[in-house]
């Protein structure tokens, strides 16, 4: 990883845990740059390059909310949302702004640090070992390039979308249940995390134009979870 890679913007107005979190990303050699209120968040990340931001949602001047929009009508930087709210529906928010995970507090910084290393090595994959290109139709695929077109066009994704899109997309006409689909897009087996890859496909879909109710790519399997179609027909 790159200087950039490893440089973290970390917003938290509560300064114990901003600390704290602060002093376990430092022991893992990342640089952090720690502020306390999105009015800041929002500064900081206009002045530098970051490889991952962590955002609480209850920020004073500006929301997390409003941060995390901000950041992803501009850049596909990783975020990681952190929240004291443990409503399914306020983390399903977070996660439809644009954010790529959450921790609901208290939570352990071990698990944030993992959860950073886990979204960074998503997020850069620098070491391919070969061209992959998939193409079904308009939707192409650069694996390798890490680059989704529709129609020509160039579609941002987050690390996880894009993650979640060329799992499915590799073997089309396989069902992937939710718990599947966590352990291999986000890296880890948590038991009530289903409902974030409904939140991450949701997102997918409206970017890449594929109406669920007429779908081309992305089909929901009921109680089960989701699988992708070739809509060429290629074996």
Same mark, same amino acid.
């Given at each position: 990883m790159n200087s950039d890679t490893r440089r973290i913007l970390l917003v938290e107005d509560e300064k114990a845990i901003r600390d704290a979190v602060a002093a376990y990303l430092e022991r893992e050699n990342y640089w952090v740059?720690?502020?306390?209120?999105?009015?800041?968040?929002?500064?900081?990340?206009? *002045?530098? %390059?970051f490889g991952l931001v962590i955002l609480? &949602?209850?920020?004073?001047?500006?929301?997390?909310e !409003?941060?995390?929009?901000?950041? *992803?009508? %501009?850049?596909?930087?990783?975020?990681?949302? &952190?929240?004291a709210k443990g409503e399914v529906e306020? !983390?399903?928010?977070?996660?439809?702004?644009?954010?790529?995970?959450?921790?609901?507090?208290?939570?352990?910084p071990r698990e944030l640090v993992a959860r950073v290393r886990a979204l960074l090595r998503r997020a850069h994959v620098t070491d391919e070992p070969q061209r992959e290109?998939?193409?079904?139709g308009e939707l192409t695929i650069d694996v390798s390039g890490h680059k989704v077109l529709v129609?020509?066009?160039?579609?941002?994704l987050t690390a996880s979308e894009f993650k979640l899109l060329t799992t499915l997309?590799?073997?089309?006409?396989?069902?992937?249940?939710?718990?599947?689909?966590?352990?291999?897009?986000l890296g880890y087996d948590f038991e009530g995390y289903e409902r974030t890859i409904d939140s991450h496909v949701k997102n997918l879909r409206a970017k890449i134009g594929d109406d669920p109710r007429e779908p081309k790519w992305l089909y929901t399997v009921h109680g089960v979870g989701y699988r992708f179609e070739d809509p060429t027909g290629k074996e």
């Open positions: 740059t720690a502020v306390a209120d999105g009015q800041e968040a929002l500064e900081e990340f206009s *002045r530098h %390059s609480d &949602l209850m920020l004073p001047r500006v929301s997390g !409003r941060v995390c929009r901000a950041i *992803r009508d %501009s850049s596909d930087t990783p975020i990681i949302m &952190l929240t306020d !983390r399903i928010i977070g996660l439809e702004l644009g954010a790529d995970d959450y921790l609901v507090k208290p939570f352990s290109v998939l193409e079904f129609a020509g066009e160039e579609i941002d997309s590799r073997y089309p006409g396989r069902v992937y249940s939710r718990m599947e689909l966590v352990e291999k897009v």
